[in-house]
């Protein structure tokens, strides 16, 4: 039943996107890492936190969102090329070049802790990290303190793309910590009975996120920061995102 819903909603989504002009589509891209920053059925995104704010920005603006799943390193070179018209939500220090594009407002921030087995002692400081294996998202580059243990060897960096990964190696104690956002951990907190992990004490980042455009499109970009702008006045950012930013949870 959900496998043929999914497929109904993939064809209708097609219909759609066949039934309007090219214009009236904005092509977002993103990094598939699984809920509840993406949900994915059939290579198609259908659903998570990419999926709700890429969507709300382009109906504010006038457009219909198309996503594309991209590579963690082809990200940048895609809106630079202007393959895409937008990415969401990032951060300046994740890219190379971020003086190349046109960027949004500050929507919401993001927190990445170090996370752990229940029955493990608990992180406080970066020198507690020295001799441990880290589950580390692939591509990623995380504080100035955490990369230079990985670079001085102090520190195994284990790399996985997807999230669910990184929460098997350390479920099954093939590394000593894993570093995550709290968005997935809340997630897997909620929705898992038999969650053994908790967060320590160490948070690695805080940041703000916002979405980024090309500088090769500005009319359309100017109107999708136009709609970032609105759409944060308007509080409906944030009525996307609490459920996501807390341990308690709404369906």
Not at 18 to 40: E, Q, R, W, Y
Not at 49 to 60: K, Q, R, S
Request: proline share 5%.
């Amino acid at each position: 039943m959900r496998s043929m819903r999914h497929q109904w909603i993939s064809i209708l989504f097609a219909a759609i996107t066949l039934s309007v002009n090219a214009k009236d589509l904005i092509k977002i891209g993103f990094v598939p890492h699984g809920p509840p920053i993406d949900a994915m059925e059939e290579h198609t995104l259908i659903g998570g936190i990419v999926f709700e704010v890429g969507t709300a920005i382009a109906h504010e603006a006038g457009y219909i969102a198309v996503f594309h799943a991209i590579p963690t390193n082809r990200a940048e070179e895609w809106l630079a090329e202007n393959k895409i018209h937008m990415l969401c939500l990032y951060n300046r220090h994740w890219l190379k070049k971020p003086e190349r594009f046109i960027w949004g407002p500050d929507l919401t921030h993001y927190q990445e802790y170090f996370i752990l087995n229940k029955d493990t002692p608990d992180i406080k400081s970066y020198e507690q990290l020295q001799g441990m294996t880290v589950a580390a998202r692939l591509g990623y580059t995380y504080s100035p303190q955490l990369e230079a243990l990985f670079t001085k060897e102090y520190s195994v960096r284990l790399n996985r793309q997807d999230t669910d990964s990184l929460y098997r190696l350390l479920t099954l104690k093939r590394v000593d910590t894993l570093i995550d956002n709290t968005w997935s951990y809340y997630y897997r907190q909620k929705n898992n009975p038999d969650f053994t992990l908790r967060l320590s004490s160490l948070r690695d980042a805080h940041y703000p996120l916002t979405c980024l455009c090309a500088e090769q499109s500005p009319e359309i970009s100017k109107t999708l920061v136009q709609s970032m702008n609105n759409l944060l006045n308007q509080g409906k950012i944030q009525q996307l995102m609490v459920k996501y930013l807390s341990p308690k949870l709404h369906n």
